[in-house]
């Protein structure tokens, strides 16, 4: 039997034994994987709705959550060497965090049910995290569980996903070249002006010999001279088509995706999700010390 079919096996067993109480032991199980209750206040409350009969499947069922994530973290850091992650991330279930990110503000309310955002911990969702909370979001719609490859495929389309927008707000920024199968690359360089030519860039660098034509008849006359008039325009035109100096741009603000958004809105496909966090940019473009 897999870790995922024994995970199956000890809950339905845990909320068998628990009976109408399984509702209060799944909210504080809910809280806890939201970080509104830390490891120590989680298993404080549990076990007041826990028997001494059912503590065990209480810590079994705990055990094994956290072998499960455990075990995919280490799993796809391996089929993912590129990422060069340290050993002290595998060694250790969390990373160490900078306790600022977490320090309470004047906002946050004790019972609130919504989920801590990206923006607070600074950190895109993992395979693990993901898993915990398919998991947790089966088990509230009456499922039996996620496998580790839905979790796996939801942390790649959250990672695609903001990176679609952060390269079409680049491309609105800066400038980008397009292959002729429509890939974009060389991201942030510098638009060209349609209304400038530049000759001297044309050429392929290729040298001809010259030679004398012998169908003509004569003497050869020297070129005539340009003038100071001409070599002035020569010298103003090949200023006006050279590139211009870099300048370094601002980071992107929520003007800038407020802006691609709303010249792209087949970059988020859902309206509910469009307009959710079009109104959390917009509170937080208006109040910026709010999150």
């Known amino acids: 039997m897999g870790e995922l079919e024994s995970i199956k096996v000890v809950r339905q067993t845990l909320m068998d034994s628990l009976g109408d109480r399984s509702e209060e032991y799944l909210q504080l199980m809910n809280k806890w994987f939201r970080m509104e209750l830390n490891r120590h206040e989680f298993e404080c409350e549990a076990r007041k709705c ?4 059912q503590l ?4 079994q069922l705990i055990l094994k959550v956290l072998k499960k994530c455990a075990h995919i973290t280490a799993t796809s850091s391996e089929s993912k060497p590129t990422w060069n992650r340290s050993s ?4 250790h279930s969390f990373e ?17 049910d919504i989920p801590p955002f990206i923006s607070h911990d600074r950190l895109l969702p993992d395979t693990s995290s993901m898993m915990v909370r398919t998991n947790f979001a089966a088990w ?17 389309a959250t990672h695609q996903f903001l990176r ?8 609105k920024r800066k400038g980008c070249c397009f292959m002729n199968n429509g890939f974009v690359h060389a991201l942030g360089k510098a638009s060209l002006n349609p209304w400038l030519r530049s000759v001297t860039k044309k050429s392929n660098g290729e040298c001809h010999n010259l ?18 008039e001409e070599l002035y325009q020569n010298e103003l035109f090949s200023f006006a088509a050279s590139d211009a100096p870099s300048v370094p741009l601002a980071p992107i603000s929520v003007s800038d995706i407020l802006y691609t958004l709303k010249l792209h809105p087949s970059l988020v496909a859902s309206y509910f999700t469009k307009a959710v966090n079009t109104e959390r940019m917009y509170a937080r473009f208006t109040y910026p010390c709010d999150d």
Do not use: M, W
């Not at 030679?211 to 100071?228: E, H």
């Open 50 to 53: 826990l028997t001494s009969s």
């Open 56 to 59: 065990h499947l209480h810590n």
């Open 96 to 112: 160490p965090i900078d306790p600022i990110f977490y320090e309470v503000t004047e906002r946050q309310e004790v019972n609130t």
């Open 164 to 171: 679609s927008i952060i390269v079409t707000v680049i491309r």
């Open 211 to 228: 030679r004398l034509d012998a169908n003509v008849k004569g003497l050869l006359t020297p070129a005539i001279r340009r003038s100071k």
């Open 88 to 91: 002290s991330y595998i060694s």
């Open 140 to 156: 509230e719609h009456g499922l039996e569980g996620a496998s580790a490859e839905v979790a796996d495929l939801l942390s790649v």
